[in-house]
C-alpha cells in the first residue's frame, strides 16, 4: 500500500480509500442533507464507470443542489440515448421523494452490479438523472407535520412552483422573463433544462395521491376544454400518468387520502385539479420539450419513518417503470442537403400545435413521446425544402428504444415564395418561446455542468472525513 500511495496521482488513492472504507448500508429513514450528499459522493466514488456526480448550482443559503447522472455513458449525452430525470422535495417538508430517490440511485446500482437484466437494460439504453432536493433549505427548515407545517417554500419565503416563467401568463402580456429576479434554486433549474435534452421527466411530492400532467394553468383560450387546460400531447400525459398510478400499489385506486376527491384512475389534469401559475411541469414542457409530470406519492407530507420501507415497495416498480417510458415513439436525427446533422430544425406531428415547436438540439437529434399508431411528421429548416412524412411508430418501451429515423432534407435549389421552401416565421408564440431558449438550441444541450478534477477529489477528501467522523 505504501509504495502504491507514493506512485499513484492523489486522486486515485482518494478513490482507493474510500473503495477500501466500509460503505453504510442505505437504511429507511430521512438523510439530513449532509448525509445525503456524503451518499452520493460515495456513490460516485464507488462507480465511476456508470455514474456521475455533479452540481447544478447552489441553493439560497449557498447548499449544492446535487444531481446523480446514472448510465454507462454517465458523464456526457450520448447521441441516441435519451436524457431522463426525476427532481423531488421541491417543497423542503414532502420528503419522502428524497427516500425513494435514495434508495432507487441504491436499487439500480446493486442491480447493474449484480447482472440483473432489468437494470442492465435500463442504465444501457438511458442516463438518469436523480436529483433528490431541489429545495435543501427547506427541507432544514421543515417539521414533520402530515398537512401543513414548515419548509414548504425556499429560505427566501419563495414557493419554488409557483417560481417559473408560465407561456399563459407570458402570452397575455407578452413579457420578457427576467431570470435574474428569480428564486437560485429556479435559476439552477432552468440553466439546467439548457444544458441537457430531457426527453422525459418526474417531479416527487407529497400531500396527495395522484399523477398530475399539464396543463396546470390556461389563459382562456382553445387548450380549456371541459374545465381541463388540454395540452396538445394530453394522450400521451395520460398514458404517462397511467403507467405510474397503475404500477403503483394504491395509486390507481382514486381517492386514497380520503378527501373527497376522486381521481379517475390515479391520475388529473392539473388545471382541472387546482390552477396555479408559475409551475415547473409546464415550464419543462412548452420551453424545455420535455414532457414532465407532478407524482403525488403520499397523504402525509412528512410520512413516520416506520412507514419508509412499506412507501418504497408500493412505488418502487412505478419509479423503475416510468423510466422505461422515456422510449415511446420515435428518436433520430435531422440531416440537410449535404447530409450534415442540423441543430434548431422543427420537428412537428400533426394534431400537435405546440405552444413552442420542437426542435433539434445541437447534435441535430429529435425525441418525441407518441403512443403507438401512424403519425405524420413535418420537418423545416431555413434554406430547404419542407419535408413531410407519415410513421407507423411501435410501443418502444418493451425493447427499450424508441423507433430510430432519420430525417433527410433536401437543399432549396432557388429562393423562392414557394411554400414547399421552409422560411422563419415571427409570431407571438415565437417570441415568448425565445425569451428563454440560449444559443444551444431547443433544450441547450451543450453538456451537464461538471466539476473539474480538483473539485472531484475535495468533494472525495469531504466524502472520506465523514465517513471517519
Not at 82 to 110: C, Q, S, T, W
Not at 138 to 150: I, P
Not at 213 to 241: K, M, R
Request: proline share 5%; glycine share 8%; aromatic share 10%.
Amino acid at each position: 500500500m505504501t509504495f502504491l500511495t507514493r506512485s499513484l496521482p492523489p486522486i486515485i488513492i482518494i478513490i482507493i480509500l474510500v473503495f477500501l472504507t466500509a460503505v453504510r448500508t442505505l437504511d429507511f429513514r430521512y438523510h439530513s442533507n449532509r448525509e445525503m450528499e456524503q451518499f452520493l459522493l460515495q456513490v460516485n466514488a464507488s462507480n465511476p464507470d456508470i455514474a456521475h456526480l455533479y452540481s447544478i448550482g447552489r441553493s439560497t443559503r449557498g447548499q449544492q443542489l446535487w444531481v446523480l447522472a446514472l448510465g454507462v455513458h454517465p458523464h456526457q449525452h450520448t447521441v441516441g440515448i435519451p436524457e431522463f430525470k426525476y427532481v423531488a422535495n421541491m417543497h423542503g417538508n414532502e420528503v419522502l421523494g428524497r427516500v425513494l430517490l435514495l434508495h432507487l440511485i441504491d436499487d439500480l446500482i446493486n442491480g447493474y452490479r449484480n447482472n440483473q437484466s432489468w437494470s442492465l437494460q435500463l442504465l444501457s439504453s438511458t442516463r438518469i438523472h436523480i436529483m433528490p432536493t431541489m429545495n435543501p433549505d427547506g427541507f432544514d427548515s421543515s417539521d414533520t407535520d402530515c398537512l401543513y407545517g414548515r419548509g414548504r417554500h425556499n429560505a427566501n419565503g419563495v414557493d419554488l412552483n409557483r417560481n417559473f416563467p408560465d407561456a399563459f401568463v407570458g402570452l397575455k402580456a407578452q413579457q420578457v422573463m427576467n431570470e435574474e429576479k428569480r428564486e437560485a434554486e429556479t435559476r439552477a433549474v432552468i440553466g439546467w433544462l439548457r444544458k441537457e435534452t430531457f426527453v422525459l421527466s418526474a417531479n416527487l411530492h407529497g400531500g396527495a395521491l395522484v399523477a398530475s400532467y399539464p396543463y396546470d394553468n390556461s389563459n382562456g383560450g382553445e387548450e380549456l376544454v371541459g374545465g381541463a387546460s388540454v395540452a396538445p400531447d394530453a394522450d400521451v400525459f395520460i398514458h404517462l400518468s397511467k403507467t405510474y398510478s397503475f404500477n403503483h400499489a394504491s395509486m390507481h385506486q382514486g381517492d386514497m387520502c380520503n378527501e373527497g376527491r376522486p381521481f379517475l384512475h390515479g391520475v388529473t389534469n392539473g388545471y382541472q385539479w387546482y390552477p396555479l401559475s408559475g409551475g415547473m411541469q409546464d415550464y419543462n414542457y412548452v420551453w424545455a420539450q420535455c414532457l414532465e409530470v407532478t407524482l403525488e406519492i403520499s397523504c402525509c407530507k412528512f410520512p413516520p419513518r416506520r412507514e419508509l420501507p412499506g412507501l418504497w415497495t408500493e412505488n418502487r416498480k412505478s419509479l423503475l417503470t416510468f423510466i422505461q417510458q422515456v422510449h415511446l415513439g420515435v428518436k433520430g436525427r435531422v440531416l440537410d442537403g449535404s447530409g450534415t446533422p442540423v441543430q434548431d430544425a422543427v420537428v412537428e406531428v400533426k394534431g400537435r400545435d405546440n405552444l413552442c415547436p420542437f426542435k433539434t438540439n445541437r447534435y441535430g437529434e429529435y425525441y418525441r413521446l407518441l403512443l403507438p399508431g401512424t403519425h405524420s411528421f413535418t420537418v423545416t429548416y431555413p434554406g430547404h425544402e419542407v419535408l413531410s412524412e407519415t410513421l407507423n411508430i411501435p410501443y418502444g418501451p418493451d425493447t427499450f428504444s424508441a423507433m430510430r429515423h432519420d430525417f433527410w432534407l433536401r437543399r432549396a435549389v432557388t429562393a423562392t415564395n414557394d411554400s414547399s421552401i421552409s422560411a422563419p416565421t415571427a409570431n407571438v408564440s415565437n417570441y415568448i418561446c425565445n425569451q428563454t431558449f440560449d444559443q444551444q438550441g431547443a433544450c441547450g444541450a451543450a453538456g451537464a455542468v461538471t466539476w473539474s478534477a480538483a473539485m472531484v477529489a475535495v468533494g472525495l477528501m469531504v466524502a472520506l472525513q465523514r465517513l471517519r467522523d
